[in-house]
């Protein structure tokens, strides 16, 4: 609009320009007319004429000259609002796309892989979306994958432990039986079937260890809670495992609080996660170690806590050592070879009971591992990674 009224204003100036040239080229004809004396009084209205045209053509252009100028502002600004509106439209029709995008990334990184983005836009946020969509399909699928994977891993880990576990118990049981009749063997036969049993032991161990976790994993570890006396279940391991800290002149002491009451349990549980950790404190400490195992109720928890003064755990390790084989410095120079799956069970088991179990360490003076289950259980307890039932019969 606006270059069309500058091109309207343009010709009407050279049209204004001719015709005031033309109005001075009449009167001058006819002043030389007057001049020559042959005009006379019709050459002098000549004159006088051609001087009101080229007033009135003045007065026309100067008209002429405003209605363009507005023109050409109205253009401009018509011109400006377009732009502004077409510069919007553009950046709302980029913006919106995008910030879909940023939010379903946003949702797939924090795990929800059913984010999708709606694919539209210009051309290039449309090919971005479509993109997203199908990395987002991608990862859907892969992580499908490796949840069948670890559904088989499972079953496999479950089958293998449980048929290696049959042939095995029956070997540790006829190593047991030959051991009872240690004094028709000779002193070499004696210590190889110490070797086989003390293998035995260890192999049966790790493969009770691998058919908890596994089962625990497929979410069928379950746990038959009864009422459950804490203190006598307390005492009857520190007694049970007194023979072995005793060997290495370790003291083992309890301090239980009197008057705790009973709770929701399966007893071999509690008694499997006591062991695991008076152990690993037995183990992991040197001789002459001190430990001690404490009970008490905290709000509406008991807290049962197992305290070393042994080498301790160094911060980086601390943080990684309810995690599946992982074994810390002490682990790694003890002699007797564990296997890093303890306190994953211990953890898992804790958890089926709806309690939390955490550690804590200084290196050089100690280690205390504390864990803590609810003395009214939540009717969902350890739903997640097991099944947990009540039995109300002591
Ligand atoms: N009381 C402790 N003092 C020092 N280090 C400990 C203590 N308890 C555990 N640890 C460290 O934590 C690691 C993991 O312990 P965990 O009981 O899970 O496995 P493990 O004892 O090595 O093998 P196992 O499966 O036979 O129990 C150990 O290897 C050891 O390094
Ligand atoms: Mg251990």
């Known amino acids: 609009m606006a270059v069309i009224g500058v091109g309207r204003f343009i010709q009407k100036r050279q049209d204004f320009e001719d015709a005031i040239a033309r109005s001075y080229q009449v009167e001058m004809t006819a002043r030389v007319r007057i001049a020559e004396g042959r005009g006379g009084a019709a050459a002098r209205q000549v004159v006088q004429r051609q001087a009101a045209r080229r007033e009135n053509l003045r007065t026309n252009i100067s008209n002429d000259t405003r209605d363009t100028a507005l023109l050409v502002a109205a253009g401009l600004l018509a011109g400006l609002t377009g732009a502004l509106l077409l510069f919007s439209g553009l950046i709302a029709s980029l913006r919106r796309p995008l910030e879909e995008l940023v939010d379903a990334a946003g949702r797939l990184a924090a795990g929800d892989l059913s984010a999708r983005v709606e694919v539209g836009g210009l051309s290039e946020t449309a090919t971005l979306g479509t ?98 006396e804490l203190a006598p279940l307390i005492d009857e391991v520190v007694r049970t495992l007194r023979a072995q800290t005793e060997g290495a002149h370790q003291s083992l002491s309890e301090e239980l609080e009197p008057g705790m009451p009973s709770i929701s349990a399966e007893p071999d549980r509690i008694r499997q996660i006591l062991v695991n950790l008076i152990t690993n404190a037995h183990e992991y400490s040197p001789e002459g170690a001190s430990i001690g195992v404490r009970a008490r109720v905290v709000g509406d928890e008991v807290e049962v806590s197992v305290s070393d003064d042994g080498p301790g755990i160094p911060e980086s390790q601390l943080e990684h050592i309810f995690e599946r084989f992982v074994r810390g410095d002490a682990g790694l120079t003890q002699r007797v070879g564990g296997t890093g799956l303890g306190l994953a069970i211990s953890k898992s088991l804790v958890e089926l009971h709806g309690g939390t179990i955490e550690a804590e360490s200084t290196p050089g003076e100690g280690s205390t591992f504390r864990f803590r289950l609810p003395l009214r259980p939540a009717a969902a307890a350890g739903a997640e990674t097991g099944r947990a039932t009540v039995d109300s019969s002591p």
């Open 131 to 228: 993109a997203f969509n199908e990395m987002a399909d991608q990862l859907q699928l892969q992580a499908k994958e490796r949840e069948q994977l670890d559904r088989l891993k499972d079953e496999f880990v479950l089958t293998a432990s449980h048929e290696l576990r049959s042939p095995l118990t029956s070997v540790q049981g006829f190593a047991e039986l030959l051991m009872l009749e240690r004094e028709t063997l000779t002193s070499k036969q004696v210590e190889t079937v110490e070797i086989i049993l003390d293998n035995c032991r260890h192999l049966v161990r790790l493969l009770n260890d691998l058919l908890d976790l596994a089962r625990s994993d497929a979410g069928r570890l379950a746990i038959k809670m009864r009422p459950t």
